[in-house]
Nanobody, 126 residues
Framework: QVQLVESGGGLAQAGASLRLSCVVSGDTFSNYAMGWFRQAPGKERETVAAITWSGSSTRYSNSVKGRFTIAKDNTKNTVILQMNSLKPEDTAVYYC???????????????????WGQGTQVTVSS
């Protein structure tokens, strides 16, 4: 059974950085495309960033482009989300998700993903 465990969330001031990690177990990690999503109170879940199974291609939401970086380490079964220049509007529960397959496509929609982590809270104060 594939399991995803996020870590690295917490409280940060505006302008600071946080690094989220997601460790995947239960299957061959290199077979999976990965994504990070977030959901703020009263809002729908939105895609933050996505990466192909190989790690060679990425895509970001307009709201985080230039500030956040997604990276995949197939040797450590880990996908990270480096978040810089945080803003109060980045406050949300952040989820990582895994999509099995070796397609070169980037899977951007949440509905494409097969497995989800439990989420980690990120709170940014002004």
């Amino acid at each position: 059974q594939v399991q995803l465990v996020e870590s690295g969330g917490g409280l940060a001031q505006a302008g600071a950085s946080l690094r989220l990690s997601c460790v995947v177990s239960g299957d061959t990690f290199s077979n999976y495309a990965m994504g990070w999503f977030r959901q703020a109170p009263g809002k729908e879940r939105e895609t933050v960033a996505a990466i192909t199974w190989s790690g060679s291609s990425t895509r970001y939401s307009n709201s985080v482009k230039g500030r956040f970086t997604i990276a995949k380490d197939n040797t450590k079964n880990t996908v990270i989300l480096q978040m810089n220049s945080l803003k109060p509007e980045d406050t949300a529960v952040y989820y990582c998700a895994a999509k099995r397959g070796d397609s070169p496509n980037i899977y951007y929609a949440a509905s494409s993903y097969d497995y989800w982590g439990q989420g980690t809270q990120v709170t940014v104060s002004s």
